[in-house]
């Protein structure tokens, strides 16, 4: 059984900072590159971060500086370290897993991330 699950997330003021975690299992994880998506209330899910299986990573325009995505694959895990919070980071984040080799990719369920005052 394959999962996905994320953690992490929280309520957080402007300026501060949270670590989400995407824990996989089930999979070989080092087939998989690993994307961070977020949806905010009413709006598109959109991408946030990549890393791919050799640990490149990419960032969209909104969070490259203050985002950075990781990857632990002794611990089948990938990490997103996000500072400098702010109140338009408010969304759930997903973990979402496609593998490189076959056509396969997986969702994870999400975490709440809400920066307010």
């Known amino acids: 059984q394959v999962q996905l699950v994320e953690s992490g997330g929280g309520s957080v003021q402007p300026g501060g900072s949270l670590r989400l975690s995407c824990a996989a299992s089930?999979?070989?994880?080092?087939?998989?590159?690993i994307n961070w998506y977020r949806q905010a209330p009413g709006k598109q899910r959109v991408l946030v971060a990549t890393?791919?299986?050799?640990?490149?990573?990419n960032y969209a325009d909104s969070v490259q500086g203050r985002f950075t995505i990781s990857r632990d694959n002794a611990k089948n895990t990938v990490y997103l370290q996000m500072n400098s919070l702010k109140p338009e980071d408010t969304a759930v984040y997903y973990c979402?897993?496609?593998?490189?080799?076959?056509?396969?990719?997986?969702w994870g369920q999400g975490t709440q991330v809400t920066v307010s005052s």
């Open positions: 890393i791919t299986t050799d640990s490149s990573t």
């Open positions: 979402y897993a496609k593998n490189v080799v076959i056509p396969q990719d997986y």
């Open positions: 089930g999979i070989i994880f080092s087939w998989y590159n």
